[in-house]
């Protein structure tokens, strides 16, 4: 009995951790089913909440691990941790973020509804949930969210400018809970094929319009390893890139990545600005660059249009834990203090902020994993045109993290309706178009310049204009409902 229940969390673990290959760079979509099933099938056979709580933490460990194992590589490779110490800090995180499908499974035995619901619809609703929470609290970590597993060719992708991915994957679960509790029903697998139609004919449309002529872009890709990215004794190197990407540069905007210049833009040589400038004539060259603020503590990481002093400057509001800001100081001051890491306290930007004007494009920026929250990027429309994302994911380097990344800015532009442009340091840079595919791209870790043109969009798509408020409120409508139904039909039984 121990040997087959042994057998069984390992299963479930495998099956959690199979999920990895449903998203990029594989985008094995159809497999992130087989993934959830595990999940589903555990939770609702377990003999009480407390084993069907088991079943959904060991999955969920599974999971993690498998799609956020590239943790260790910053804190063991680039960060210096010793190895142990780096796997368990992956692991804990794991371990935390474990918790939510563990809570929804066990609330899934715990909460008033009919029997017959409790498969096809409570569970399903409760791991959603579980998800949203995962993606807010404590400044959230939407990673992987099983919806983005099927952005953007698989059809119910096609709900993705509705209800956004976070929709997508709600849709995603209660079709194969649909499936499991009721596979000898002819019209459930109608429904479920129906669903399925409906998303690929709504992937056709055109939810946003173009306007005006294509716009040149190129988007470097600097490709400049991260132990040398801070070393201000590759500092010149560093900038001589820039400056070579610069002049190689043909579109009309000209894009360098997150943190291009490894310092403060008050720090540089004002000849060397001039340069820059003078590289891209009556062009537009963008980049990212840490800012200092009024105050002496207070900086930003930031991007600018540097040939334009009238813009406005972009402060990247969502700070990356651990990476960026210390969330508790007393708590985990010592990892900072073991890591070394530059620029690590620093201060957040307004969640709204006015897009760069460049010609006709509204150029709303986003820095690093900002893209990974959907209603967060939201916010810069109906104004902007377009979107850019400046990142560094040479903390990475060698794993899928930069690949899951890409998906979830195909995840953005798709909501949006608007193109996204990635200029990152060591990848993946790329155009994507207003229905979230990859139009152009570079290789992983090479150095170049990404030359190609984007498409100015205007116009609101369902989620642009209420974001995840609807989905929210459908959950809201159906835990309520199944809950008031389970109540009225156990009064009828006692009556």
Not at 77 to 89: D, E, L, R, V
Request: glycine letters at 10%; hydrophobic letters at 50%; proline letters at 6%.
């Amino acid at each position: 009995m121990v040997i087959r229940r042994l057998a069984g969390l390992a299963l479930l673990a495998a099956l959690g951790a199979a999920s990895v290959f449903s998203f990029a760079p594989l985008y094995l979509g159809p497999l992130m089913p087989v993934a959830l099933a595990g999940w589903l099938w555990a939770a609702a056979r377990a003999p009480s909440a407390r084993s069907a709580a088991l079943a959904g933490y060991v999955w969920g460990l599974g999971y993690f691990v498998a799609n956020i194992y590239w943790i260790y590589i910053s804190l063991h490779t680039f960060g210096g941790m010793p190895s142990w110490m780096a796997a368990g800090c992956t692991l804990l995180l794991s371990a935390y973020m474990a918790l939510f499908p563990a809570l929804a499974a066990w609330l899934g035995r715990k909460l008033p509804c009919p029997e017959s619901l409790r498969l096809p619809l409570l569970l399903p609703t409760l791991f959603c949930v579980g998800e949203w929470l995962r993606g807010t609290l404590f400044t959230g970590f939407p990673w992987v969210e099983i919806g983005s597993s099927q952005i953007p060719v698989w059809p119910l992708a096609g709900y993705a400018p509705i209800i956004g991915s976070v929709g997508v994957g709600w849709l995603l679960i209660v079709g194969i809970a649909l499936a499991l509790a009721r596979y000898r029903d002819a019209r459930s697998w109608a429904g479920i094929a129906a669903l399925w139609l409906a998303g690929w004919g709504l992937l056709q449309l055109n939810w946003t319009t173009p306007v005006g002529k294509p716009v040149s872009v190129s988007l470097a890709q600097s490709n400049i390893s991260q132990d040398m990215k801070w070393d201000m004794a590759h500092y010149v190197d560093n900038l001589r890139v820039n400056l070579q990407q610069t002049q190689a540069a043909k579109g009309d905007i000209v894009v360098l990545p997150e943190t291009a210049i490894p310092s403060f833009l008050s720090d540089v040589p004002p000849w060397y600005l001039d340069t820059l400038r003078e590289a891209v004539g009556n062009r537009a060259l963008v980049l990212g660059v840490p800012l200092l603020g009024k105050a002496a503590d207070e900086y930003y990481n930031g991007a600018m249009v540097l040939t334009d002093p009238s813009q406005p400057v972009y402060k990247k509001h969502h700070l990356v834990p651990f990476g960026e800001f210390v969330p508790v100081p007393w708590l985990f001051g010592w990892m900072y203090r073991f890591l070394d890491m530059p620029l690590s306290g620093f201060s957040r930007g307004a969640d709204k902020q006015t897009p760069f004007s460049i010609g006709a494009t509204r150029l709303a920026a986003n820095i690093c994993y900002e893209d990974v929250f959907g209603s967060e990027i939201a916010q810069a429309l109906p104004e902007a045109t377009m979107l850019v994302n400046f990142s560094n994911l040479a903390w990475f380097d060698g794993s899928w993290a930069a690949e899951q990344q890409l998906q979830m800015s195909q995840a953005r532009a798709l909501e949006t309706g608007r193109y996204m442009l990635r200029s990152t340091n060591t990848g993946v840079t790329a155009i994507i178009d207003a229905h979230g595919r990859v139009t152009q791209r570079l290789p992983q870790r090479v150095r170049g310049v990404l030359e190609g043109t984007a498409t100015n969009h205007i116009g609101l798509t369902p989620y642009g204009r209420w974001k995840n408020g609807p989905i929210l409120l459908i959950w809201v409508v159906v835990l309520l409902g199944l809950g008031m139904w389970a109540r009225r039909s156990s009064s009828q039984r006692q009556s």
